[in-house]
T-cell receptor, first 113, second 117 residues
Framework: KQEVTQIPAALSVPEGENLVLNCSFT??????LQWFRQDPGKGLTSLLL?????REQTSGRLNASLDKSSGRSTLYIAASQPGDSATYLC????????????FGKGTKLSVKP | GAVVSQHPSWVICKSGTSVKIECRSL??????MFWYRQFPKQSLMLMAT?????????EQGVEKDKFLINHASLTLSTLTVTSAHPEDSSFYIC?????????????FGEGSRLTVL
């Protein structure tokens, strides 16, 4: 069974810290992996998309890495800010239907000022 | 990035009534859109794939007669929850791929929270 796990489920850090969110997946034959941000009661905002042939993607203070062999991806957030507080979701696409993403349950991040 | 809009953002209805949720791609055309459901503290789960001009494709365990999907134009897909019951209360969210974005990247609407009394 294809599963996506995110650890930790919740994380609280002081402002300015660098932090890492973890995502693991059971089947390494992925097509791509996407990181999203979800604010309470809101939709998903796409942060980074990593194709299976790539090892990392960067956007501003965010860096996502992908290691297919170990079934892991990490989202690195540099110099965290209170505005980064949200739930971060990792989703894996195994090909076939583009919309058939396997989502993790997310990591709820709280950045304290 | 591409913009996907959903309406309404929240709705409360009585048991037995039907509720329609709209999903629009605002700055691009989408021949395909996807509908998901998210129960509290659970992962988002794909319900169905909406195809412009043809029937939707439903995931296993999703009742097509209960969750009616119509994709009448290249910018609009609707999900109608028919004869809603309290167990249908959930967060429904749609997504669409944009041809302008990186291959495989999906853009999501703001979501619609349904509460059935």
């Amino acid at each position: 069974k294809q599963e996506v796990t995110q650890i930790p489920a919740a994380l609280s850090v002081p402002e300015g810290e660098n932090l890492v969110l973890n995502c693991s997946f059971t089947d390494s034959a992925i097509y791509n992996l996407q990181w999203f941000r979800q604010d309470p009661g809101k939709g998903l905002t796409s942060l980074l998309l990593i194709q299976s042939s790539q090892r990392e993607q960067t956007s501003g203070r965010l860096n996502a890495s992908l290691d297919k062999s170990s079934g892991r991806s990490t989202l690195y957030i540099a110099a965290s800010q209170p505005g980064d507080s949200a739930t971060y979701l990792c989703a894996v696409n195994y090909g076939g239907s583009q919309g058939n993403l396997i989502f993790g349950k997310g990591t709820k991040l709280s950045v304290k000022p | 990035g591409a913009v996907v809009s959903q309406h309404p953002s929240w709705v409360i209805c009585k048991s037995g009534t039907s509720v329609k949720i709209e999903c629009r791609s605002l700055d691009f055309q989408a021949t395909t859109m996807f509908w998901y459901r998210q129960f509290p503290k659970q992962s988002l789960m794909l319900m169905a794939t909406s195809n412009e001009g043809s029937k939707a494709t439903y995931e296993q365990g999703v009742e097509k007669d209960k969750f009616l999907i119509n994709h009448a134009s290249l910018t609009l897909s609707t999900l109608t929850v028919t004869s809603a019951h309290p167990e249908d209360s959930s967060f429904y969210i749609c997504s669409a791929p944009s041809g302008l974005a990186r291959a495989g990247e999906l853009f999501f609407g703001e979501g619609s929270r349904l509460t059935v009394l």
